[in-house]
């Protein structure tokens, strides 16, 4: 597992998406299903936009989101735009089993920096296991963004 940290200026995305109030581990399962309303049309790697976590039981309020041009063909997707947005930004490489080390070491960051964060965060997930091979998930690479506050 390796973390590379950045303060980044992230682009709009036009995305399909899906929202989610359930146990983070099962959030992957509906991920066919905006898929499926876009035809397989992305334009872009697939995220998982947060809102909300608690901790303890590994609930989370979130949205499952697909980047298209298409427009959703199916109830409960909807299509929404993220504007730009200036972020901090880390690449972790490595299974998704060692996130929770790398969001150890970002919060440990975020704490000693005091940098402002705010919700929406994204995990874009740049390479994972595929529909039939997983591969290796040693090679696995998941972007994750934090928008930060604007200064008021």
Same mark, same amino acid.
Request: contains cysteine; charged residues 25%; neutral net charge.
């Given at each position: 597992?390796?973390c590379? &940290?950045?303060?980044?200026? #992230? +682009?709009s !995305?036009t995305? %399909?998406?899906m $929202?989610?109030?359930?146990?983070?581990? /099962? %959030?992957?399962k509906?991920?066919?299903n !905006?898929?499926? %309303? #876009?035809?397989?049309?992305?334009?872009g790697?697939?995220?998982? =936009?947060?809102?909300?976590?608690?901790?303890k039981?590994?609930? %989370?309020?979130?949205?499952? =989101?697909v980047?298209?041009? /298409?427009?959703?063909? $199916?109830?409960?997707?909807t299509?929404?735009e993220?504007?730009?947005?200036?972020?901090?930004?880390f690449?972790?490489?490595g299974?998704?089993?060692n996130l929770? *080390?790398?969001? +150890?070491m &970002?919060?440990?960051?975020?704490? /000693?920096?005091?940098?402002?964060i705010?919700?929406?965060? $994204?995990?874009v997930? #740049?390479k994972?296991?595929?529909?039939? #091979?997983?591969?290796?998930?040693?090679?696995?690479?998941?972007?994750?963004?934090?928008?930060? *506050? /604007? +200064?008021?």
């Open positions: 597992m390796n590379k &940290i950045e303060i980044k200026n #992230i +682009e !995305v995305v %399909a998406t $929202r989610y109030n359930g146990p983070m581990t /099962e %959030a992957t509906y991920f066919p !905006v898929f499926k %309303a #876009i035809k397989g049309k992305s334009n790697a697939p995220f998982f =936009c947060y809102y909300d976590v608690d901790q039981t590994g609930v %989370a309020e979130m949205e499952l =989101c980047p298209t041009a /298409e427009t959703p063909n $199916r109830m409960g997707i299509t929404k993220f504007p730009k947005t200036k972020a901090l930004f690449t972790h490489t299974s998704y089993s929770p *080390k790398t969001y +150890e &970002i919060f440990k960051y975020i704490h /000693e920096n005091n940098i402002k705010q919700t929406p965060w $994204r995990e997930f #740049i994972g296991p595929g529909m039939l #091979i997983k591969g290796n998930p040693d090679n696995y690479i998941t972007e994750i963004i934090f928008p930060l *506050k /604007e +200064e008021e």
